[in-house]
Every structure is written in structure tokens, then in C-alpha cells.
């Protein structure tokens, strides 16, 4: 069973946006940070922008990639802004969160989501 579900990749024109989602499906406390990754065919998988539950953010374009964390909804989101056709890729969370077990008793965990296209074309 899929830990985080990942969503929101597709197809868009160059110059415009997309918002990429990933939603835990367990019981979770917490979410303590997010790591945005992406792969490109045959190069490595890169990290393009953090955001910790505090809101402090670290990206490699600020302007272009964002996000946040909702810790009641269970997901994190990367804003993408400006599209260009070099960033299509296969986009990756990676999610630091407090999961919450039967007994409850928490336990921090950390989990990639699957994986959605961005195919940035005219």
C-alpha cells in the first residue's frame, strides 16, 4: 500500500504553471519537511526545492518553484511557475513525517511519493 499518493503532473505549455500535490494515506501528527525532486530521461534524480514546516523554503529558483505543507490535509504541494521545456521530467516528493500507529505511539518515517510526468511542450 502506497504511503504517499502523488498528483497534478501533465502536459502544459511553456510559460505556464502547474501544482504538484502529494497526500499521505496513514495517520500522521506531523509533517516535518518535503524534498522536491525531479528525473529527466537518463540524467540523475535532482533536488529542486525543500520546504520545512516552518515555512522556510530552499530552491534552486525561488520564483519559479515553491511550496508548502499542510499538515491537516496530510499534503504538500510544489507550486510551479514558468514552465520551461527543460523541465520536463518525472517529478518526485520525498516526505519527512511523524506517522501515527494503532497503539499511537509515533513514528518518524520518510517516504517517496511515485512519481508524476511534467511534460512541459507547445
Known amino acids: 500500500q502506497a504511503q504517499l499518493v502523488e498528483s497534478g503532473g501533465g502536459l502544459v505549455q511553456p510559460g505556464g504553471s502547474l501544482t504538484l500535490s502529494c497526500t499521505a494515506t496513514?495517520?500522521?501528527?506531523?509533517?516535518?519537511?518535503v524534498y522536491w525532486y525531479r528525473q529527466a530521461p537518463g540524467q540523475e534524480r535532482n533536488l529542486i526545492a525543500s520546504?520545512?514546516?516552518?515555512?522556510r523554503l530552499n530552491s534552486k529558483e525561488p520564483a519559479r518553484f515553491a511550496g508548502s505543507i499542510d499538515t491537516a490535509k496530510k499534503t504538500v504541494y510544489l507550486n510551479m511557475h514558468n514552465l520551461k521545456p527543460e523541465d520536463t521530467a518525472v517529478y518526485y516528493c520525498?516526505?519527512?513525517?511523524?506517522?501515527?500507529?494503532?497503539?499511537?505511539?509515533?513514528?518518524?518515517?520518510?517516504?517517496w511519493g511515485q512519481g508524476t510526468q511534467v511534460t512541459v511542450s507547445s
Open positions: 520525498n516526505v519527512d513525517l511523524m506517522r501515527v500507529l494503532d497503539d499511537g505511539r509515533g513514528q518518524r518515517k520518510e517516504y
Open positions: 496513514e495517520k500522521i501528527s506531523t509533517i516535518y519537511a
Open positions: 520546504i520545512q514546516n516552518d515555512g
